[in-house]
């Protein structure tokens, strides 16, 4: 069995966050992904751009260099960026090596078994992606069969679907993007419509992320949400295509995509949807009056001024509560993701939804486990490329001087 340190599950931006730092300690570690670096942002689809600005490509000792940083690279050049990262330090990655479960070592320390053969760590940091396994509302199975039914990570283009009309249900970041995908190609689109925060692409000419950069959004603890499931709400309603732009319910609308309420059965050839479209706009425009509030309180004490934040304008809701999907070829599901630890990761150390029980990225279940990457693992920016680097280096600190008890090894459950 091969014996390592440390070591790192998954190559995205946050395993090589911490493998910069944990390289520039001296520490013996090792990678290992199951596919290819960057394997996430690679499986997003062909027109996917960059949503927070390039600016906020900023892993630890590699800022963007780019000469647009207020712009918004293509997926290609968000993998070249991680590749580039990888390259700058030889980054220790064994590619093509999954990890496919994990328990305790009978000699202490944790055995990983992986599609390359058993390895022993003495300390091991999953960094296995802040969105892990599509989730998929109990509905989805009851299309009719000769509908395509897939994903958003199985979507890659709107000429790759089968023609006629298509259904995206979920209205998160991804769910608006892959809907102005489909409606700029042509394709007629209806979106199932949830609850999900909206927010304008820029403010007196700077983008929005800038201006959130300059109060304490980002650092929004995990423990200030009100409960733990707060942490699957979706992220702002925005994209970074074409140059960036707004794309929340109302930019859709106009684009003509067809806007439902959340989808609820589907019998035969007709589905059924509830007629909640009001409220779920109603729940985005509070979640930007809250903003808005904060922005007007924080940005004066932060020494900024205020700018001009524009009022919605009234939305009328007046949705189908039914569709004939006779002439329908596809519906694609984006309706956000869980965490995946439990299916292969041996131990009690998830919440009920899932998520790592942790402090400081540390496992408090077990010793010497340790994550990094998951969405608001200690702040609201751990899972974001440029928040990503701070939780790294707390990882890197706590794997050289872990607390007494994890020299011992973790508990066997
Ligand atoms: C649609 C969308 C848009 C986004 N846009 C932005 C944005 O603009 N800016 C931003 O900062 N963030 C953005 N994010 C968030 C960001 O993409 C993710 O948070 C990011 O990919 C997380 O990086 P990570 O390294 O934690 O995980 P990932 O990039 O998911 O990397 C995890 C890696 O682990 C590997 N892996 C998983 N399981 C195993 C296993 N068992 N064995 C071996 N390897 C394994 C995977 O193959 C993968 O390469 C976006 C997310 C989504 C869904």
Partial sequence: MADSQVVIVGAGQAGLALSHELTGMGVDHVVLER????????????????VTPNWTMDLPGFPYAGDDPQGFVPRDEIVAYLERYAASFRAPVQAGVEVQGMEA???????????????????????????QRPHRPSVAS????????????????????????????????????????????GREVSLACGRAPWGPRRLAGLDIVDWLSRTTWFEFPLSALPTPLARLTANIQLTGRNGGHDLHYRVLRAMGVRLLGHLEAVEGSRARFAPDLAQSVAFGDQRYAEMC??????????????????????????????IDLDGFGAVIFTAGFRPDYARWVHFPAFD??????????????????????????????????????????????????????????????
Avoid: N
């Fill in 35 to 50: 596919r290819r670096i960057g394997e996430t942002w690679r499986r997003r689809w062909d027109s996917f751009c960059l």
């Fill in 105 to 131: 070592a009978a000699g202490g320390g944790f055995r990983l078994r992986t599609s390359a053969g058993d390895v022993h760590a003495r300390q091991v940091v999953l960094a296995t992606g802040a969105y």
């Fill in 142 to 185: 009851t299309f009719p069969s000769r509908i395509l039914a897939i994903d958003a990570e199985d979507y890659t283009s709107p000429g790759a679907l089968p023609p006629g009309q298509v259904l995206v249900v979920g209205s998160g970041q991804t769910g608006c993007q892959l809907s102005e995908d489909l409606c700029a190609a």
């Fill in 293 to 322: 509030a904060m922005l007007r309180k924080q940005l004066p004490a932060a020494g900024f001024d205020v700018p001009e934040l524009p009022v919605p304008p009234p939305f009328v809701a007046d949705p189908s509560l039914e």
């Fill in 352 to 413: 009920p939804w899932g998520f790592p029980l942790a402090v400081d990225c540390a496992s408090t279940v077990v010793p010497g486990l340790h994550f990094v990457g998951v969405h608001f693992l200690r702040t609201r920016r751990s899972s974001l490329m440029f928040g990503v680097g701070e939780d790294a280096a707390v990882v890197a600190r706590s794997l050289v001087a872990p607390p007494p008890i994890a020299s011992e090894g973790p508990a066997v459950p």
